[in-house]
Structure formats: C-alpha cells, structure tokens
C-alpha cells in the first residue's frame, strides 16, 4: 500500500476535464495498495517488476520519444490516418482528421465519462485507476462513415519514465473502421494504455493491436470495447519482448446479436512474462465469439492467458468457441492457460480447449530429411504457428515488425 | 541393372539399431551399386521401416553398432539435412501434415539446397515453377496442391503423389521408398511406380520397403531381401518375391530356420 500512496503523493494535481476521474482513482488506488498473488487475477503476475513501475517517474516533457523500430516503417502510406500519442501533448496537434474522424468536445468528453460505468470499473480494476489516476491527455474521437481510410495510433515510449496514455473511440452506427494501434517499449520504460470503444449498431472494426517492447519495458494496457447489436469486432493481437506485459482485452455485448473475433499471439524469450487476460461478457441473445489464443514460450519466460467468458441467463443462444494452444520450446518456460467460463443461460453452444506441446519431431524430421537444416526447420514451423493469428493483421501492419527477424531471437 | 563394376553407392555392415533401448535392428548388411534396384520385404515389426529411418538420420533411433558408408563417406556421422543434401532420399510411409507451410515453397526451398550441393544455380520463383511444372506431369499430380500447407488435407494417394514429386526435384542419389504402394489404389500405384522407373538411372540406386509384390510387378527390382527380427534373411532375384506371394513369411522363416539347424 505503501509504494502506491507514495506513487500517488507525487502525482501533480488533479486538473482539467479529467480531474474527477483522477481524483477517483487516486483515491482508488491508495485503498488497492499494491495486487498481491492472492487475488486470482494477479496470480501469476510478476508484482517486483509491478513495483519497479511505480518506481518510474511520470514522462516528462523534455524526453525524447522513442519507437523502436526502423525509422522508415513509423512514416504512414498518405492512405493512412496517423496519430503519434504523446502521454503530454495534444496529440493531434499535428494531424488534421479527413472527413468522418471528430474530436469530442469537453463538454461531449465529460457526458461520456459520467454516463459510463467508468467510476465503477476504476473501483473494481487495478489497471483502470492506475491509468486514469496519471492520464493528463485523453483523444476522444467520433467516427463514422464507410469508407474511412484506416486509423493508425502509435503509443512510443520514454526510456526510464512511467507513460499513461488514454483514447476513446465511438463508431457511430454502420461504419466501417480498420484501427491499428502499435506500442512501443524501450529499454526500462513502462507504459499504462487505456482504449474504451464503442461498435455502434451494425458496425464493423478490425482492431490490430502490435505491442513490442525492449529490454526491461513494461506494458498494461486494457481495450474495454462495448458492442451494439448487428455489431462485428475483430481483435488481433502480438505481443513481443516485454519484461512483463498484460494485455487485457475486455469485450461486452450490451445486448446481443454481436460477432467478436479475439485472436492473440505471444511469443517470449529471456526473462519475459507475457499475459493476455480476456473478458468477453454476453448481455443479450445470439451474440458469437471466435477466440483463440497461441503463445510460444523459450528460454526462461513465462506466458500466461487468462480467458473469461459470461453467458448469463439473458444470453440465450450464444455461440463461443475458445482455443489456447501453446508452444512450450524450452523446459526453463513456463505456461499457464485457464479458460473460465460462467455459463447460466441453458440453450447456449460454448466450446473450449488447450493445448501445450513443443514442436512435433516427426515434422522437424520430415523437413531435416529435405535438407532443411534444424535451425532453419525450426524458423519455418514456428512462423507456420503464427501464421494462423498473423493472417488476421491488415497488410499495413506488416511495415511495424519483420516476423522472421522476431522468430530468429527465439531459441 | 545389375552391372558389378559400377560404383558401390549404399554398404549397410552389421547394423544394429535401438529405439528406446528396444534393438530393433539386429544385424543387418547390404550393398547397394549405381544403377540397381532393391526391394526389401518382410512381415511387420520386422525392422524394414527402421532400417528406413536409421538411413536417414531419425532422432528417435540410436545406432548401437556397425556402420554405413554412403558412396565412400561415413552416413552415421552426417545430420539429417547433411544425408539429404548428399543425395539420401527418404519417401515416407506417413507423409507429415504441416499446416502454415507452403507446399510450392517448401519444395522451392529443398530444390535449391540440393542444387547447392550439386553445383547448379539456384532457381528463383519463376524458374522453380517452370521446373515444377514439367515434374508434377511426371506423378500426374494437380497443381493445386502446391497452394496448400505441406501434405495438409491431402488424401493418401496425393501424399505419396507430393513424395515422389519431392525425389523428381531433388533427383537423389539413392531413394529409399517406404511402403510407397501402402494406401494406394491400382491406378495410383501405376502412376508412383511410373514416376519411380522415370527417376531411375545408371547412376543412381533405389531401396523399395514393401509388403506386397504388386509394386514389384510395376518396378522390376534387381534383388529381394526378406527381412525377419532386424535381419536380412535372404536375397534372392525377382522370384523371390513371387515365392514370398505364394508361400508366406513363415516359408522362408522355416527354410532358414531348418538351413541354420543342419
């Protein structure tokens, strides 16, 4: 208790159209103190390098921002509608938004706040009030239209400080977005990231979310997204070289008759720890899921997939299916996978399933007694692994990482 | 053909084989020149597989003793891809399913190392498809089960169609064919069979593992060796395999048995 309520005496003031949401959380934090392994949804978590976050100092203005990545992939196609995220800055002070992208106004910004549950989910979440406890800059935008050209927002990170950053997007009823959100770590940074979207009635998002870190960064980002009815949303997910990451998508279905795809790689190395914790709540009829989750685990890390679902008695008729298959590449890794599901409602179809292997012999064999080398047969089956959730990233996804030099750091 | 002054490709000397301390191999000497044909039989369990697999380097076997010599050098000291490289071909019984893996690239991939090996010029992506092309006339296979993930969703036939593809391209020295005829209706073991004799040449060898002699009514082999606990128990011509037909395993089992009595 004592690391958050010294984290938090260090806060600035609450101030400006968050200031009520700060104040709550800080509030809310002070009370959590610190998770601790007894609460289930903390297990697992590595909480000294949890510690070692709030020991950062919150990103100052005067640091460089750091992608880490080649220069030349950060400059978006002119198709694309790219919004660099800076935890200080207004970050659309260098963008102009075409034509179906607006920014919400303080006074729209503030209804939204206060109509949602968000001072609820700040008392029952962790990673909510420790983002909303630091966020100064919030993008709040309103989309609509069908043929808008894809979003592209990219969270960079500051060597040796602490970085909140916040977005909240509301599609509007039948547009069609394709979103791509890229976040960076470098050496000991750490990075809070909240995005609350809304999928309007009858609206389509392909969501690509590319987390890559460095050294000892660190990440938890939660992606709270409700859905409308007739409503289709499609999240794909890689996560790669974070001291610790925790991804948190968090899906529900206000009232039924939604699509959700959820498809998540993690791929670890070194002293990693990976985690994916998804939430998908039905609340109404006919809703569907389409999730699977692959992680490939070397060396001595440690990945971890926490999968949730909610069939309450409303949700008659739904239809989820959940798939965990996991690459244990070295006996140093570790793996825990737990699907959860809570199922009240009767007539309902919901499937799960996990599986932990290291690559299959016969095939290494079979592709050895082509004149494959081991190294290179190895490469070539593990990219077969991923590609299975690659293909659901859009083609503009591909400038932000090369999969075989990923795959090549992995022993 | 047998022609004795051609060139000593395959000597398998006293082979014993384990997997998982089970001896499977217990025994076994062959000698193979350019140019001949081999066909190996035997009832199951009989090691005719595992000879198979020890040749090409399968981790699952260990080599207790005796040695194998691959055209002067030493089998047993090369890695798997260094056996395949040389010219040691393996057509699998159970071709693997590998789902995520090209099966054009793949073979465009096995193609060139090979051709490393021999000297020639890497083939880039157009050229690869050209030579393809002409090869996959060969086993009269449909192209389009180069789109496809390696052997995924291939029916049996196919697989042993894609096999037989893999040794046109990368034209081994010697081809070891395991149960290439198992699973395979008439028309398609007319087919693998005519692809084989295609591939055949003075300069290279082939090892056929079969059961049955209807696969060597399409391939003539030069000898028979019936296999029996680890063992070659005998060699005989082509009418070896006919008198297997008509009279069994436990014929030849006994004659030896009876031989080794006296």
């Not at chain 1, 190294?375 to 299975?388: D, G, I, V, W």
């Not at chain 2, 035997?42 to 080599?63: D, E, F, M, Q, W």
């Not at chain 2, 073991?189 to 090892?207: D, E």
Request: glycine share 6%; charged share 20%.
């Amino acid at each position: 208790m004592a690391a958050c309520r010294q984290w938090v005496e260090y806060l600035p003031p609450p101030d400006g159209v968050l200031e009520k949401c700060q104040r709550i959380s800080r509030q809310a934090l002070m009370n959590f103190g610190l998770p601790t392994h007894e609460l289930e949804a903390w297990r697992l978590t590595d909480l000294n390098r949890l510690k070692e976050i709030l020991n950062l100092p919150i990103s100052a203005k005067d640091n460089e921002l750091k992608i880490k990545t080649n220069e030349s992939f950060v400059k978006a196609p002119n198709n694309i509608v790219q919004i660099i995220i800076d935890p200080l800055k207004n970050p659309l002070e260098s963008t102009n938004l075409p034509t179906g992208f607006k920014v919400l106004s303080s006074k729209e910004l503030q209804e939204k706040l206060d109509q949602s549950k968000l001072y609820d989910s700040i008392n029952e979440n962790w990673t909510i009030a420790l983002n909303h406890a630091s966020t100064e800059q919030i993008l709040a935008l309103k989309i609509e239209g069908k043929e808008l050209p894809p979003l592209e927002l990219v969270i960079p990170s500051q060597a040796g400080f602490f970085s909140p950053t916040r977005v909240i997007l509301l599609l509007e009823k039948n547009t069609k977005l394709d979103l791509l959100q890229v976040v960076s770590g470098s050496e000991n940074s750490a990075q809070s990231h909240l995005i609350d979207i809304e999928v309007g009635q009858d609206a389509e998002l392909q969501h690509n979310f590319i987390a890559l870190g460095g050294g000892q960064a660190s990440l938890l980002a939660q992606i709270a997204v409700n859905q409308m009815n007739g409503s289709n949303y499609s999240f794909a997910a890689l996560q790669h070289g974070w001291a610790l990451s925790r991804l948190e998508p968090r899906i529900n279905q206000l009232n039924g008759k939604a699509k959700t795809k959820l498809k998540g790689l993690q791929i670890s190395n070194g002293k990693q720890q990976l985690a994916t914790h998804s939430s998908v709540q039905f609340n109404g009829p006919e809703g569907q899921l389409e999730q699977l989750q692959k992680t490939a685990a070397s060396e001595s890390s440690h990945c971890i997939f926490n999968g949730e679902i909610n069939v309450p008695q409303i949700a008659q008729k739904t239809n989820a299916a959940q798939l965990s298959r996991n690459l244990l590449l070295s006996n140093r890794a570790r793996i825990d996978t737990k699907p959860e599901l809570e199922i009240v409602a009767d007539d309902v179809r919901c499937t799960h399933g996990a599986t932990i292997s290291n690559l299959q012999e016969e095939e290494l064999f079979y592709l050895q007694s082509r004149g494959i080398k081991a190294e290179t047969a190895t490469s070539l089956l593990l990219k077969a692994y991923c590609q299975e959730i690659l293909n659901n990233f859009h083609v503009d996804a591909s400038r932000w990482f090369d999969i075989n030099n990923l795959l090549a750091r992995i022993k | 053909m047998i022609r004795p002054d051609s060139n000593l490709i395959l000597e398998i000397s006293n082979l014993h084989a384990s997997v998982e301390d089970q001896p499977i191999l217990r025994g076994v000497n062959l000698k193979v020149r350019a140019g001949e044909i081999h066909a190996v039989m035997g009832r199951n369990g009989s090691g005719k597989s595992t000879l198979s697999k020890v040749i090409a380097g399968h981790p699952a076997y260990t080599v207790t003793s005796g040695s194998v010599s691959f055209q002067g050098k030493d089998l047993l000291a090369m890695e798997p891809e260094e056996r395949a490289r040389t010219g040691v071909f393996l057509g699998f019984q159970y071709p693997v399913e590998i789902p995520g893996v090209s099966n054009l690239e793949f073979l465009r991939v096995a193609t060139n190392i090979r051709r490393q090996q021999t000297g020639e010029e890497e083939l880039d992506t157009f050229e690869f498809e050209d030579l393809v092309q002409t090869r996959l006339q060969m086993v009269q296979m449909n192209p389009n089960f180069l789109e496809r993930s390696v052997n995924e969703g291939f029916s049996g036939g196919e697989k042993k169609r894609n096999e037989i593809l893999q040794m046109a391209l990368l034209e081994p020295i010697i081809a070891i064919l395991d149960e290439t005829d198992s699973g395979l209706d008439i028309d398609a073991l007319r087919v693998v069979a005519s692809g084989v004799n295609q591939l055949s040449k003075p300069s290279t060898a082939t090892l056929l593992i079969t059961h049955y002699q209807r696969l060597l009514n399409e391939i003539i082999p030069d000898y028979v060796h019936v296999m029996s606990s680890g063992k070659i128990l005998r060699t005989g011509g082509k009418e070896l395999a006919i008198e297997l037909e008509q009279s069994g395993y436990d014929w030849i089992e006994q004659t030896v048995t009876s031989k080794e009595g006296h």
